[in-house]
């Protein structure tokens, strides 16, 4: 069983930063693909970065260029640095583990920027 822990959400102004962090416990962290997906209030959750065990890495075309994912296997953590905050990125974001055909989930961390 994998248990994720959020955090590093909260209230920015349009143009700041925040740098978001889910750490894992169990052992297949390190070759899971690990991801970031976000939930804003009336739509569907979308991806908004993924990393894989080979530290491959995948954005939305919104975030590209504003937010870098990495991730920490020593401390089983996945970061989701973003820069350039805008108030269309307020959402709960939600840190994903995908490990042969299943999904792990956090409990999400609320992001709000303000403009």
């Known amino acids: 069983q994998v248990q994720l822990v959020e955090s590093g959400g909260g209230l920015v102004q349009a143009g700041g930063s925040l740098r978001l962090s889910c750490a894992a416990s169990g052992s297949i962290f390190s070759f899971a693909r690990l991801g970031w997906y976000r939930q804003a209030p009336g739509k569907q959750r979308e991806l908004v970065a993924t990393i894989t065990s080979g530290s491959s890495t995948n954005y939305a075309d919104s975030v590209k260029g504003r937010f870098t994912i990495s991730r920490d296997n020593a401390k089983n953590t996945v970061y989701l640095q973003m820069n350039s905050l805008k108030p269309e990125d307020t959402a709960v974001y939600y840190c994903?583990?995908?490990?042969?055909?299943?999904?792990?989930w956090g409990q999400g961390t609320q992001v709000t920027v303000s403009s």
């Open positions: 994903n583990v995908h490990y042969y055909l299943t999904d792990y």
